[in-house]
RNA sequence: GGGCCUGUGAGGUAGCUUGGAUAUCCUAACAGUCUUCGGAACUGAAUACCCGGGUUCGAAUCCCGGCAGGCCCUCCA
């Protein structure tokens, strides 16, 4: 066990033993909090009640009949009715260290757990760039995705690549129909044109210029939607060419993700439940439930008003009056493959499809399904001016805002470090960028509507990446500095109040990645990891580390710690942790 | 009309699931530190729990009712 938990185990212990005393009955509640001024408070306020005493009272008698030190427990005092434990540091120090020393890279990394997590993250529509509105899916689930794998389980990421329906298939013959001079038209038009040379940005003007035209041409509509029959009955020339655009728009999205660190183990497209047959299976199984019903024209729905749907409707519509099925009944084929090779199921999604999630909760139910997938929920970030649009054009796409970025980093570099070579500030000004860019997303809870704003987003000082890059980097060059050092694990020399800071820190990273596992607040993780550094960076203040003498080497030790801590939150928040900035 | 989410100093934000002692952190403004191992730093002071009821010894946190913003209520995806 690890010294912190048997701390706390111990610190409880006793206090039940001496309750037990007082005549308190066994089940009683023992409420633990970390207060600022020692290492685990217990309020005696619950206790009152039960032994008819006043919670100061208690708390001193408590405090009297427990005899410290002993064991982890070094001080105990009895304040407002709080019992204040403090936990042996030179043990809790040396168990940090020991473990630093002993695992490196791998601090906080758990055992392999053999739990098969999918997490889906992204699968935007590929009907164009990825914007900023959209962007905390990709960079929530991919940070979620990696703080998962440290904790041992065996994750894959997924993008559902939607290649049905009108969206796709306006998409495709966007892309056969609008002819160039309707493009530069449209380009001429936009208030501020994108010329970026790359084929979703090209390609996404195609597709504004269909979305118009579909209004103003009534033609367009009978065209479009013929289209979408022979796609549906199976038309492989129609098929092939919705899937070879989706596939060029897929490429230019996959682009700008690798930009942002992240990758996609697996992609599956939705016709393939189509193709294979499940979407109808789901029908056939859903049409022998009780719930099922059919509307007057032929569609059939099942009744959800028994699971909590509420709303004017409760009818969940699963095929269309001709018998096709619909986006939502793919779904379900999708998430059956899914639980079919996995043990978690996890969902990343816009809050615009909370009912949707519901719905499709509780369909699988009713096909006798007892998991359900967990959705992870973001809301949206909109702009000063308002909601971003692809199709009206009101956006800022993520590639740009990466460009900017690494921009301005590369101005901050030229400032700071005229003796690095071209290619290494880019390299680093492409980190820090990034780094800027992912941890200001990350760095709100996921239910928080998000305002963009390009002062947020290039931020790279205090509660920023590259605050966390910049801590790594001091780290690494007094590693450097220090040449050979031989790792001192005696946690009694270290007792400054900032190192003892700094290694309690530290010490809590392998919690915090538990309580992300549980409750997927990803956004705990940038918090830690400024935790950590602004704690370095106060020890840093305080304490002389390569001043010979005898605490040296152990300073070193909580050093390298501190490295190897950060470079796993940002390994987490899928930063590069350069060793130089 | 109904459902879900959000409302915390000047701006932003953590804490809310599981009620506890002085409510976190960032930016901006203010006052300081530094002959120091990387100043993208450190220290200090100031300012906040949307409103109204309720439950409780105790409410930012739980319950009820308002108000404001977002999302949703397609035989769309």
Redesign the pocket.
């Known amino acids: 066990m690890k010294v912190q938990e048997q701390f706390v185990s111990e610190c409880e212990a006793a206090v039940k033993k001496v309750l037990a005393t007082m005549g308190a009955p066994e089940d009683v509640k023992i409420?633990k909090?970390i207060?600022?001024?020692?290492d685990l408070?217990i309020?005696c306020?619950?206790f009152?009640?039960a032994l008819k005493m006043a919670?100061v009272a208690i708390a001193e008698k408590i405090a009297s009949e427990i005899k410290v030190p002993c064991g982890l427990i070094t001080g105990l005092t009895a304040?407002?009715?709080?019992?204040?434990f403090n936990i042996d540091n030179a043990a809790l120090v040396s168990d940090l260290l020991q473990e630093v020393v002993e695992k490196d890279a791998d601090f906080g990394k758990s055992a392999p757990t053999g739990i098969r997590v999918n997490v889906e993250h992204t699968s935007t529509?590929p009907t164009g760039p990825v914007h900023v509105g959209r962007a905390r899916n990709p960079i929530i689930g991919d940070t979620l995705a990696r703080c998962l794998k440290l904790r041992g389980h065996d994750v894959t990421t997924e993008y559902y690549v939607?290649?049905?329906?009108?969206?796709?298939v306006m998409m495709s013959w966007a892309v056969a129909n609008v002819t160039p001079e309707e493009v530069q038209k449209e380009i001429e038009e936009t208030e501020k044109a994108d010329d970026r040379d790359k084929v979703d940005h090209r390609l996404v003007y195609n597709y504004r210029v269909a979305n118009k035209k579909v209004f103003q041409v009534p033609e367009m509509e009978a065209e479009i939607a013929e289209i979408?029959r022979k796609f549906e009955a199976g038309d492989q020339e129609t098929i092939d060419h919705v899937k070879k655009v989706a596939e060029a728009m897929l490429g230019g999205i996959n682009e700008t993700l690798a930009a942002m660190n992240v990758k996609l183990d697996r992609y599956t497209w939705?016709s393939t439940f189509i193709a294979n047959g499940a979407a109808k299976e789901i029908v056939r199984k859903l049409q022998n439930t009780p719930y099922s019903g059919q509307?007057?024209?032929?569609?059939s729905?099942v009744d959800l008003k028994d699971f909590g749907?509420?709303?004017?409707?409760t009818?969940f519509?699963f095929?269309?009056?001709?018998g096709t099925?619909?986006?939502?009944t793919r779904?379900l084929a999708y998430h059956e493959d899914k639980f079919s090779r996995s043990d978690r199921v996890i969902d990343v999604l816009?809050?615009?499809?909370?009912?949707?999630s519901q719905q499709l909760c509780s369909a699988l139910q009713i096909m006798g399904r007892t998991e359900k997938p967990e959705a992870l929920?973001y809301?949206?970030v909109?702009l000063p001016e308002?909601?971003m649009s692809t199709r009206k054009g009101v956006v800022v796409y993520l590639d740009d805002l990466v460009e900017e970025a690494t921009d301005r980093?590369l101005e901050?570099?030229k400032?700071?470090?005229s003796d690095l070579s071209e290619e290494k500030m880019l390299a680093?000004?492409k980190a820090?960028g990034v780094g800027?860019v992912r941890y200001n997303i990350v760095?709100?809870?996921a239910?928080?509507?998000?305002?963009f704003k390009w002062?947020?987003a290039l931020?790279?000082?205090?509660?920023?990446g590259?605050?966390l890059?910049?801590?790594h980097?001091?780290a690494?060059?007094?590693l450097?500095?220090?040449g050979d050092v031989k790792w001192d694990t005696d946690g009694s020399k270290l007792t400054d109040e900032y190192e003892l800071k700094l290694a309690k820190t530290l010490a809590r990273f392998e919690n915090v990645l538990k309580?992300i596992d549980?409750?997927k607040?990803v956004?705990?993780m940038p918090?830690y990891g400024?935790?950590v550094?602004?704690a370095f960076?106060?020890?840093?203040?305080?304490?002389?580390?390569?001043?010979a003498g005898d605490s040296r080497d152990a300073r070193l030790t909580l050093v390298k710690a501190t490295k190897v801590v950060l470079a796993n939150v940002l390994g987490c928040l899928g930063i590069e942790a350069?060793?130089?900035?």
């Open positions: 409420v909090e207060p600022e001024n020692a408070a309020p306020f619950t009152s009640k919670p304040l407002n009715g709080y019992l204040n529509n939607n290649d049905v329906g009108k969206q796709v979408l939705e509307t007057e024209d032929g569609a729905f749907i509420h709303g004017k409707n009818k519509t095929t269309r009056a001709d099925t619909l986006y939502t779904d816009g809050e615009d499809q909370k009912l949707g929920f809301a949206f909109s308002g909601r980093a901050e570099i400032k700071r470090r680093i000004a820090v800027a760095r709100v809870g239910d928080k509507q998000l305002v002062e947020d931020s790279f000082d205090g509660n920023s590259p605050y890059q910049y801590v980097a001091r690494c060059s007094m450097r500095k220090a309580d549980e409750t607040r956004h705990m918090a400024h935790e550094a602004t960076n106060q020890f840093y203040a305080a304490v002389p580390v390569l001043q350069p060793e130089e900035m």
